[in-house]
């Protein structure tokens, strides 16, 4: 297969839909007989900020002359962006030829191979033949039977809890949190943001059945700037540092200087030119962190809002979260099954109090947006703003990749 191809029977199988579990991946990884040779291996997991943290450790890694491998999702624009070796997406060719070895692979497999667990275990191929320093795993939903917790890791790193994905990881935070604590294991140093009570309780009970130790990280790093703006970036960086020092990864203060300063994470409070931005909030504490983050960098003044929300989300709480930074509000319609109907947020934001209207396409949406004399914030999901993203830059989105 050619890598259009590959990707075409890659996306085919999201008709398995999500299965949780570590069968699958397991033994996949022996039949690829993976070996990350020694390799140390920081799993991330978390409802906010996950792929920031990774992104962080793997810049300051750089940084301080170690070889990476960093395993993030979702991708924005183009699906080499989930694999990366010292800060370069995987090749076309790679992606090819992997996806071609495992399909030939699974093809008899029963229950077949998911998405996402060939996806881990190609990158973690990938990572194995690249002959890696340090591996950042990043979970894609819960931890405890995400396949990245098939990987044995030198430090679990849990970043803030919040609501999401109700549907797979449960309607309480503890029920959550103890999805997410999964990632612990004995032997396995935690550390952890802040986290609200019932969470905590949660994660300090399973540090305790793994009789590891916890670091709980509540001060922010402060002493060079950062790449990523606002105040939960900076508490981010203070996570990423310690959970590299967490792991007996040898870092100085000038490495960690230099990646923050440098570190990438495209979608997080990100500039286009001088009046349009990216974030990828899909959940209403990342909403109230973007808002926070718009008020420590423009105080009070408001933004056209291009918005976009899966139908999934908890949708008035995003909306709520985002009014008090904006008087207008414009809702288009995006090329996603999942997408919520634009016409359901304009009810709220009308009941809300702010302006708001409908278009045909994301095109028109910034026409509209950008008509007015204000800035314009491009929110609501990743997925939304790596399709924006995509327009902005004249690329083919995501979901046209294996269609060219």
Request: aromatic content about 6%; proline content about 4%; overall charge neutral.
């Amino acid at each position: 297969m050619n890598y259009r191809e590959a990707l075409a029977w890659l996306y085919s199988l999201q008709r398995f839909g999500i299965k949780l579990g570590l069968e699958n991946i397991r033994r996949l990884i022996a039949a690829l007989h993976v070996d990350l040779a020694g390799a140390r291996v920081i799993h991330v997991a978390g409802t906010n900020g996950k792929g920031s943290v990774c992104a962080m450790i793997d810049a300051i890694a750089r940084a301080a002359g170690y070889r990476t491998g960093l395993f993030t999702s979702p991708h924005l624009i183009t699906f080499r962006e989930r694999v990366r070796v010292n800060g370069e997406m995987i090749s076309e060719e790679a992606v090819a030829a992997a996806l071609t070895k495992i399909r030939d692979l699974v093809a008899t497999w029963e229950p077949h191979p998911t998405f996402f667990e060939i996806t881990t275990a190609l990158a973690l191929q990938h990572f194995a033949t690249a002959k890696i320093d340090i591996v950042i795993l990043e979970t894609g939903m819960g931890g405890r039977l995400d396949a990245t917790n098939a990987v044995q890791s030198d430090v679990a790193v849990i970043t803030p809890i919040d609501f999401d994905h109700q549907k797979w990881l449960g309607d309480t935070l503890e029920q959550i949190a103890s999805e997410k604590a999964g990632i612990i294991k004995p032997k396995v140093p935690v550390v952890s943001a802040p986290q609200p009570l019932q969470a905590e309780q949660v994660i300090l009970a399973r540090a305790s059945e793994c009789k590891v130790p916890i670091h709980f990280v509540s001060e922010r790093y402060g002493q060079t700037p950062i790449a990523l703006h606002g105040a939960h970036q900076k508490q981010n960086a203070a996570i990423a540092i310690t959970a590299l020092r967490d792991a007996k990864i040898d870092i100085n203060d000038s490495a960690i200087a230099r990646g923050l300063l440098n570190v990438e994470w495209p979608a997080r409070f990100q500039r286009w030119d001088q009046r349009t931005f990216l974030d990828g909030a899909h959940n209403p504490v990342a909403a109230r962190a973007l808002a926070n983050t718009w008020r420590e960098s423009f105080g009070g003044q408001r933004t056209s809002l291009v918005l976009a929300v899966l139908s999934d989300k908890d949708l008035p709480g995003i909306c709520e979260a985002l009014v008090p930074i904006t008087d207008h509000v414009v809702l288009p319609r995006i090329r996603s099954e999942r997408a919520a109907n634009p016409q359901e947020l304009a009810k709220i934001f009308i009941n809300l109090g702010t302006r708001c209207q409908i278009c045909g396409t994301l095109a028109d949406a910034l026409e509209k947006a950008g008509a007015r004399d204000a800035s314009v914030l491009i929110t609501g999901s990743l997925h939304f703003a790596g399709e924006a993203l995509a327009y902005l830059q004249g690329k083919p989105a995501a979901f046209e990749e294996c269609a060219q």
